[in-house]
């Protein structure tokens, strides 16, 4: 036997040991990683690149080329969209800031009755999609709502609430503003009042103080509201189409695409620039925040306690409140209104009230309902699996990468759904689906995976935070006392995360079943279409909104029965974990 052919140490030759030299195993998690990374660069990463390449490409030649973006800016129209989105954005925050400032402020400065009902009122707007509440606004606001009649009959004078991009301003404010005030809130409670009080002895009060002292060192979170309120705004597309204003840059990307065809340019030229802006946005509120200095010695501790209010400022406090509280559940009532009226029309309140719209809406969207909950559903257990499996990855493993999946699951937030929708289109349509006979983009499992992608970040999130909150000490003792890897996680890590993995479930499924930017884009069919796009057909005529308006409220309770179910598993969890640790 010659040198070369004999076995080495261990009995393997060499040839044998060869390939594991070059190609060594992947453990386990690292092929789950592998696996949800080829699906993310499949249905997230690769559509978008399609979209981008889309826009650089000659229609004629198909060389890559600035061409297409120097026809969009030598458009009037799209001149005017791309003007108009980012006003619009700009104006939705100054006056979602106007909502929300006062409430933060009053209710964390303080001693104020009801504090906790305010802040929980004024999330109320999250649990209703925009668009769902944009015609019920408009009955409210319009032209011809109830405000300005009651104003032209008693004052002479209107006052043009809802007119084009005012409409979409307003409904934009009311829907997004608890994002400021979230953020807000947080920082305001986290400021050292020991600075106040050195401010005040200082000879610093009032407007002064709140100026140079209290909002500057709050200014975190209202940053990071606010580059949230601009972004959402900047996206949406079911808002404006419902207002029927149609010079904003989603609907003209969702308009080009239906009508003129999957094959224009302009399209995916506004797309890529929907996409430019949100991250842009983000990198904004970066530099902006760079190098400042927000730090307090303690967190909403030390100095002044909470101030009561004189009998004047209470006066105004409680008005001020109730006004805003009036404003933000507006739509609510618009909607709830309008799904139980008979006729509403240019009239204050609706003719008349019955319940046959209910009758109608459950004859006619049983399908919507149905379809809804298989496409959530899917959406919602697809991203708790896959998030668990990436927090994991993330927070238990050393492999190579392990930080880059889980930004690029991220990367979600800043591709706007009518994007995703332009990306699945151009992606999929030539690719068929084995013994079903139809493109993937055509077929209804699209829209599942869709949703999925687009909530992914939120459950992610969820499955990230539940994880944080396992020790790692009792991995390792069921790892001595002889369980496997896979065993400990079935065993002990996956019971252990059950809370948040719940919540995130219920956040994507409750989300998911009112997204219509992508499902729009998706919908190849009636019988296909989710809960979101039926209501969007009912609004399309005047006959069919009291309907739309009763399937509007079937989604404001989905929606708001999972965010409270939610926060109840999340409490819970946290509660049976503090009494565990007690123990």
């Not at 791309?82 to 400032?101: C, D, E, K, P």
């Not at 400021?180 to 305001?188: A, F, V």
């Not at 969820?462 to 790892?479: G, N």
Request: aromatic share 10%.
């Amino acid at each position: 036997m010659t040198s070369s052919s004999r076995p080495a140490a261990g009995g393997r030759s060499l040839a044998d040991r060869l390939p594991d030299a070059l190609f060594p195993k992947l453990s386990g998690p690292a092929i789950v990683g592998l696996f949800i990374a080829i699906f993310l660069g499949g249905f997230l990463i690769f559509p978008v690149l399609q979209v981008i390449y889309v826009a650089f490409q000659d229609p004629g030649s198909g060389a890559l080329t600035l061409r297409n973006f120097g026809d969009f800016f030598a458009t009037s129209l799209f001149r005017e969209s791309f003007v108009n989105s980012f006003y619009v954005s700009a104006m939705s925050v100054v006056f979602a800031t106007l909502i929300a400032l006062p409430l933060a402020y009053i209710t964390t400065r303080f001693n104020f009755g009801g504090a906790m009902i305010v802040q929980s009122l004024g999330f109320i707007p999250l649990i209703m999609p925009p668009f769902v509440g944009a015609v019920a606004m408009q009955l409210i606001f319009g032209r011809n709502g109830t405000v300005n009649l009651l104003l032209r009959e008693h004052f002479g004078f209107t006052i043009p609430f809802m007119d084009g991009l005012n409409g979409v301003i307003l409904v934009q404010s009311i829907h997004y503003f608890p994002f400021i005030l979230i953020n807000l809130s947080t920082s305001l409670r986290n400021i050292d009042r020991s600075m106040e009080e050195a401010a005040q002895n200082l000879g610093s009060h009032g407007m002064r103080l709140f100026r140079k002292i209290v909002f500057p060192l709050a200014m975190p979170g209202y940053i990071a509201g606010a580059v949230l309120v601009f972004i959402k705004v900047f996206d949406d597309l079911g808002t404006p189409l419902l207002l029927n204003v149609n010079n904003m840059l989603a609907p003209q990307a969702y308009l080009r695409i239906t009508s003129v065809g999957i094959s224009d340019p302009m399209g995916y030229v506004i797309s890529v620039i929907l996409v430019a802006f949100s991250v842009l946005s983000l990198w904004a509120s970066f530099l902006v925040m760079r190098g400042k200095d927000y730090a307090t010695v303690q967190k909403g501790g030390g100095g002044l306690a909470r101030r009561d209010l004189k009998t004047r400022e209470k006066v105004l406090a409680y008005g001020a409140v109730a006004l805003i509280l009036l404003l933000v559940l507006s739509p609510h009532i618009g909607l709830l209104l309008l799904s139980l009226g008979t006729v509403w029309s240019y009239a204050p309140l609706p003719d008349g009230y019955t319940l046959q719209n209910y009758v109608t809406m459950w004859e006619n969207s049983q399908q919507y309902i149905a379809n809804t909950l298989l496409y959530a559903g899917l959406a919602a257990l697809g991203d708790v699996i896959i998030g668990t499996a990436i927090a994991y990855i993330v927070l238990r493993t050393g492999i190579w990468g392990r930080k880059g999946l889980d930004y690029l699951a991220t990367a979600a937030l800043a591709v706007p759904g009518v994007v995703l929708g332009i990306g699945y289109l151009r992606s999929f349509q030539g690719v068929d689906v084995p013994f079903i006979g139809e493109p993937l983009a055509s077929w209804w499992v699209i829209i599942a995976i869709a949703l999925m992608i687009r909530r992914l970040p939120y459950a992610l999130r969820a499955c990230m935070a539940a994880l944080q909150q396992v020790s790692h000490a009792l991995e390792e003792a069921a790892e001595n006392l002889g369980a496997s890897k896979t065993r400990t996680i079935r065993r002990i890590v996956i019971p252990l995360m059950m809370g948040g993995i719940l919540a995130g479930f219920v956040t994507s499924f409750a989300t998911a079943a009112v997204e219509l930017s992508a499902t729009i884009m998706l919908v190849s069919s009636d019988a296909d279409s989710p809960l979101a796009y039926g209501i969007y057909l009912f609004m399309q005529t005047p006959s069919g909104r009291g309907a739309g308006a009763a399937l509007g409220i079937v989604a404001v309770v989905i929606v708001g029965l999972g965010t409270l179910l939610s926060q109840i598993i999340v409490e819970r969890d946290k509660k049976l974990k503090t009494q565990s640790g007690d123990h």
